[in-house]
């Protein structure tokens, strides 16, 4: 029997649809009713036509068999009406609506349940959700999927991230130092022993790193001073980015060009394990701080040379007045 609301086919014999549950019609609902014999009251005969009239008398030899009377039809019970379907909230299927299970998506029907059903789904079920279906009119069926969901997407994902990570954690490590090094502002690195190739009386190596710019370093002897060094130790290693030089002998520009000043210095980097880079710097003739960014991972000495003087005369000494160190420890 096919059900006109749905279409579904249910067994022969049915009365209510599988699927909607609505009221299935009776076979023999278009056919007539059979007639019925009126109920037999005490005194009535048995036989012959009910107005015979006083004079007729029956035939007492009479045998003619009475007519069975016909069973009562039970009447068909009242069907209500179908009331309109609803819409399912997670697929939006219509639903008929006595149902409590979406016929689509099994989602819960009931109104107690549906604020449940609307709440958003969490978001690893999010990212694999696809749109919503077109619904399945009567006699369609679902299309069938031709491969089957990758479940194991996503924990292969995460292993190939995992051992991504494992294999270049170098390259991660200098990245995170590259963004920490942009981001964060460099502090001052003080050194913890100083040296110089030569020095002349009261201008000493530490002049040059005391943080004042009054005193100055200065070789031992005049002239352009080429191949003569400044060096400074850490006791532990540190990340130098910046370097701040004050050349000549003071930051006043009458003092500034009463002695040679370096044109060209050469920074030499060594590492705690031993490793050695090195940076050329031009320097202007004016007096003041001159930054250059120097960058340099586990430093632990710092090596100035000088490698060409502006100003030079035999009565004149090559003069630094400070340099500063910026980075991080």
Request: proline share 12%.
């Amino acid at each position: 029997m096919i059900c006109t609301e749905c279409g579904h086919r249910n067994a022969a014999g049915a009365q209510f649809c599988a699927s909607c549950q609505a009221f299935l019609e009776w076979e023999r609902e278009g056919a007539p009713p059979e007639p019925t014999a009126a109920p037999r009251r005490p005194g009535d005969p048995l036989d012959g036509p009910p107005d015979a009239g006083p004079d007729h008398q029956r035939p007492e030899s009479s045998t003619a068999p009475a007519t069975p009377a016909t069973p009562p039809v039970p009447p068909r019970p009242d069907v209500a009406p179908r009331r309109p379907g609803r819409p399912c909230p997670r697929c939006r299927a219509d639903t008929p609506y006595d149902r409590r299970l979406c016929v689509r998506c099994g989602a819960l029907l009931d109104v107690a349940s549906a604020p449940a059903a609307n709440r958003p789904l969490p978001w690893w079920r999010r990212i694999f959700r696809r749109g919503p279906q077109r619904p399945l009119t009567a006699g369609d069926r679902p299309r069938l999927r031709s491969r089957p969901r990758p479940r194991l997407l996503l924990p292969v994902v995460l292993l190939v991230l995992a051992a991504a990570a494992w294999f270049g954690r170098g390259q991660l490590s200098e990245l995170f130092t590259f963004t920490q090094d942009r981001t964060s502002d460099p502090k001052p690195l003080h050194a913890d022993q100083f040296r110089g190739s030569s020095q002349a009386p009261g201008h000493t190596a530490h002049a040059a790193f005391d943080g004042y710019n009054n005193k100055y370093w200065a070789p031992a002897t005049g002239g352009p001073a080429d191949g003569q060094y400044l060096e400074a130790d850490f006791d532990q290693p540190v990340r130098l980015l910046k370097l701040l030089i004050t050349s000549g002998s003071s930051a006043k520009e009458a003092e500034f060009l009463t002695q040679a000043r370096p044109s060209e210095l050469t920074v030499t980097l060594v590492s705690s394990e031993g490793k050695r880079s090195s940076k050329t710097l031009k320097l202007n003739d004016k007096p003041g701080q001159q930054t250059f960014d120097v960058p340099g991972t586990e430093v632990t000495r710092v090596r100035l040379t000088v490698g060409g003087a502006y100003g030079v005369r035999s009565d004149r000494r090559v003069a630094i007045a400070e340099v500063e160190f910026f980075g991080r420890r």
